[in-house]
Nanobody
Framework: QVQLVESGGGLVQPGGSLRLSCAASGIMVSIYAMGWYRQAPGQQRELVAS???????NYADSVKGRFTISRDNAKNTVYLQMNSLKPEDTAVYLC?????????WGQGTQVTVSS
């Protein structure tokens, strides 16, 4: 059974940083395309960052230069380092694993950027 468990969200002031973690079980993150998505109230879910099995990364324009996705194969965990956070980054952040038509989602972790 595949399980993705996100953690690391919380309340942070504008300009602050958070690191989200996505701990996987039932799959090996090293061979999956892993992604971080976010969904704010009343808005569509959007892709924030992704990393392929080969290590290539991709970012939404709105987070380029501020967010970094990485993967620790030994810990079977994917991270999202978020710096210079803005109020518009406020959302539920969800982890996704994808491979050959199979997709799995975590339950999400809330990130709130507010003074």
């Amino acid at each position: 059974q595949v399980q993705l468990v996100e953690s690391g969200g919380g309340l942070v002031q504008p300009g602050g940083s958070l690191r989200l973690s996505c701990a996987a079980s039932g799959i090996m993150v090293s061979i999956y395309a892993m992604g971080w998505y976010r969904q704010a109230p009343g808005q569509q879910r959007e892709l924030v960052a992704s990393i392929t099995s080969g290590g290539s990364t991709n970012y939404a324009d709105s987070v380029k230069g501020r967010f970094t996705i990485s993967r620790d194969n030994a810990k079977n965990t994917v991270y999202l380092q978020m710096n210079s956070l803005k109020p518009e980054d406020t959302a539920v952040y969800l982890c996704n694993a994808y491979r050959f038509g199979f997709a799995s989602w975590g339950q999400g972790t809330q990130v709130t950027v507010s003074s």
